[in-house]
């Protein structure tokens, strides 16, 4: 199983970025995708996650409104597209998947600053 994580970087408040993951190893529309973060100092956090089909998602409280998570199981990809961001956003992103046991990207940085 591997996750890779992309689209992460340095963004102003209010601004917008799409986070990739792409997903190999396993039959990736079978599970369950979910995107977590954590910041300097604190516990890494849930996001958002959403169910192999596609149709039923979780977020965050902070995060609901702003994130959309989606998923093309033709591409084995899952998004996290993140608008009106904040600078509590800023945070390294993880895709994270159970698939017998847990599996992490390497984490992608996101920066939201003016």
């Known amino acids: 199983v591997q996750l890779v994580e992309s689209g992460g970087g340095l963004v102003q408040p209010g601004g917008s970025l799409r986070l990739s993951c792409a997903a190999s190893g396993f039959t990736f529309s079978s599970y369950a995708m979910s995107w977590y973060r954590q910041a300097p100092g604190k516990e890494r956090e849930l996001v958002a996650r959403?169910?192999?089909?596609?149709?039923?998602?979780n977020y965050a409280a902070s995060v609901k409104g702003r994130f959309t998570i989606s998923r093309d199981n033709a591409k084995n990809t899952v998004y996290l597209q993140m608008n009106s961001l904040k600078s509590e956003d800023t945070a390294v992103y993880y895709c994270?998947?159970?698939?017998?046991?847990?599996?992490w990207g390497q984490g992608t940085q996101v920066t939201v600053s003016s």
């Open positions: 959403i169910f192999n089909s596609g149709g039923s998602t």
């Open positions: 994270y998947s159970y698939v017998m046991r847990d599996y």
